[in-house]
């Protein structure tokens, strides 16, 4: 207990320096933003207007681990008011795959295991599609989702990535069973109309789409540096995107992340990630670092603030200890996002 009482102390001491430090560094990092070149915002080509009518809309999924939750998910993308022309599933072997999949309308791509990785051997199969929607394997989509999507990509010829509402993320918590997110939807009254409503820096991981006319104009592929849960791929892949057009949230597109624990790398690895994979994008251009110091202090804050009575579903241990070996390895000029591939 007293060992406990002294580590949330010294956590909580160490959290606040960090900060305030942050507040100080944030200028520093503002101005290194400005030195560090990121792809103009241009017009959209021709390529990547679409014409009016009807959208080949695909579904990409990416799974490892989680064969039930896959299937649950599938289930309720059978229940969209506009379906899918077709469903990618990418997994590492078919033990990742539900049972009744292919009854469920998914095509079945077995790839390497690592979710950047698995996103672009999907992308390497919408050769004849305009719209893919990556989905997280729990995320629950209301009835209207892909319809609102369509609409916006129809209506705004510059939207090139879109990311939709999510009115519970589980992900922040314990995490959320699908029972619940059913109701949750249920719940919810009619979507505003339009498309389009707001600008964003970036698609949300979870649920994010993008016109296909701009990824094969701009070549763009996930970073497989990034690997495992490949976290911020997100990021990576929007800003690229954003060369090419707008980014934008989606009112009409609503659903919930469950943020299901099971399949998840370990606190070590992530807390490592943490720190690795906003510093390699800040390095490449795609992420600015202005927000990317933001991020890795207030994430590194969290976790000190909370070691001495840390939540049941995060290990914020685990997480200490991956900043702290991230952090070593930069002042050692080795930080790289694979390392944690020989972590234990």
């Not at 430090?21 to 679409?50: F, H, K, M, Y």
């Not at 996103?119 to 599609?129: E, K």
């Amino acid at each position: 207990m007293a060992r406990d009482i002294v580590l949330g102390a010294l956590g909580a001491a160490a959290g606040r320096a960090w900060i305030y430090g942050l507040i100080g560094g944030a200028q520093v990092a503002a101005w290194v933003d400005g030195l560090i070149p990121r792809p103009a915002d241009s017009e959209p080509s021709e390529a990547v207007a679409t014409g009016s009518g009807r959208l080949r809309m695909a579904i990409g999924l990416a799974t490892a681990g989680r064969p039930a939750v896959m299937g649950e998910t599938l289930a309720r993308i059978a229940r969209q008011s506009r379906p899918p022309d077709a469903i990618i599933v990418c997994a590492p072997s078919e033990d990742d795959v539900a049972p009744d999949a292919a009854r469920l309308g998914a095509e079945i791509v077995t790839g390497p295991r690592g979710l950047t990785r698995q996103r672009n051997a999907i992308l390497d199969r919408l050769a004849n599609f305009d719209i893919v929607c990556f989905l997280d394997d729990d995320f629950v989509m209301e009835a209207d989702y892909l319809a609102a999507l369509e609409q916006a990509f129809l209506t705004d010829p510059g939207l090139v990535g879109a990311t939709g509402v999510v009115i519970a993320d589980g992900i922040t918590g314990p995490g959320i069973g699908f029972a619940e997110a059913d109701l949750r939807l249920a719940a919810l009254g009619p979507a505003q109309t339009g498309s389009a409503v707001r600008s964003v820096y970036n698609a949300y991981g979870c649920n994010m789409a993008f016109r296909l006319a701009a990824v094969r104009a701009g070549t763009l592929r996930f970073d497989e540096s990034l690997p495992r849960y490949g976290w911020l791929e997100d990021v990576d892949f929007s800003r690229q995107a954003a060369a090419f057009g707008r980014l934008a949230r989606i009112e009409g597109a609503r659903g919930v992340h469950l943020g299901v624990k099971g399949g998840r790398q370990s606190g070590l690895c992530f807390g490592y990630s943490q720190i690795a994979n906003p510093v390699h994008l800040v390095r490449k251009g795609s992420f600015a670092a202005r927000r990317a110091a933001w991020l890795m202090g207030r994430n590194v804050a969290m976790n000190l603030l909370k070691l001495g009575r840390p939540e049941p579903h995060v290990d914020r241990r685990g997480r200490v200890a991956g900043n702290l070996a991230a952090l070593g390895d930069l002042l050692r000029g080795r930080l790289r996002p694979e390392r944690i591939e020989s972590l234990t």
